[in-house]
């Protein structure tokens, strides 16, 4: 499982600390990536579209994996006022894919009843539509306080960034791509142990005594000429019980997951500027024409394009 939350990289980030006294909310729309929120002092609710709404409160975690719109507010139910306009207030454009603040985000406002702090993290994935692992999160997970364990120096890094001033400072923006990925796989981790019950896809499999072992080789050695029979061998089944019960876990057959795990692994590679051969070898191909081959037929591009978009 380690293996393959590690691959759950984020390429950008904006942190920002939200201050509101109530009465207040927010909305935020629905955006091509991943917000979280985290309550460092006060509660407040957090509104979907359908109308349901969750409590948070101080140290509550909830993140929408696939950007869904929402409302943050004192009261459920309320009409928010669009960040989109706290940002512009403050000099600062609404968060964009592949877009990067140079210092996190202050914004203070809100009546004068009961003060909540949010701290917001927005961040992206490469590739988000061939992220096995992405596509099969929930559209919210909620992780209370009390269960999401973060380590205490990565707490001591939150209220570092939190309290600093607006300017801009050198390595800020690796700091938070590193720091998204950490809050993020760890609430993922805590997720997968408490509602594991209720995870689809690549997440169920890795759930599963005998498929994540399977999954395991996959993650960890891509460059292999995995077949389903030595799939099967690896997670100590026959290849018919173990082709039937992979495509009972994770909703895809072992070799057209395999194919698009290592397709995922091509699209970041190559976009960190790897030369196709090197991406191919790597893939376990056995000439960078049939890795070309593969490529064009899952991602629709020719790998040399999508080096060059």
């Excluded at 994770?250 to 698009?260: A, K, M, Q, S, W």
């Amino acid at each position: 499982m380690s293996d393959a939350l590690s691959a759950m990289h984020m390429d950008s980030g904006v942190l920002g600390l939200f201050e509101f006294g109530a009465p207040w909310a927010v909305f935020h729309p629905s955006l091509k990536g991943v917000l979280c929120h985290i309550v460092a002092e006060g509660q407040c609710f957090c509104t979907a579209t359908d109308g349901s709404a969750i409590t948070l409160r101080k140290g509550d975690f909830i993140a929408f994996p696939h950007g869904d719109a929402h409302t943050l507010g004192a009261e459920p139910g309320k009409e928010g006022t669009p960040v989109s306009t706290l940002l512009n207030s403050i000099g600062h454009p609404l968060w964009r894919p592949q877009s990067q603040y140079p210092a996190p985000v202050h914004y203070r406002s809100g009546g004068g009843g009961e003060r909540t702090i949010i701290i917001d993290l927005v961040s992206e994935f490469p590739d988000p539509q061939r992220n096995p692992l992405l596509r099969a999160l929930p559209r919210i997970i909620h992780i209370p306080a009390e269960r999401l364990k973060v380590l205490g120096w990565l707490d001591l890094f939150l209220e570092f960034i939190a309290t600093k001033d607006s300017t801009p400072k050198s390595g800020y923006a690796a700091a938070i791509s590193r720091l998204a990925d950490l809050i993020f796989i760890q609430a993922v981790r805590v997720h997968l142990e408490t509602d594991g019950h209720e995870t689809r896809g690549i997440l169920r499999g890795l759930l599963h005594p005998r498929i994540s072992r399977a999954l395991q080789v996959i993650h960890t050695s891509p460059d292999q000429n995995w077949t389903v029979a030595s799939l099967a061998k690896e997670a100590g089944m026959s290849r018919t019980h173990f082709a039937l019960e992979f495509f009972a876990c994770v909703g895809e057959t072992p070799i057209h997951y395999l194919t698009e795990w290592r397709m995922h692994l091509a699209v970041r590679r190559l976009a960190s500027g790897m030369t196709v051969s090197v991406v191919s070898d790597q893939l376990g191909y056995a000439s960078p024409i049939s890795f070309a081959r593969t490529f064009k037929r899952v991602v629709g591009l020719n790998p040399s394009s999508y080096r060059s978009e």
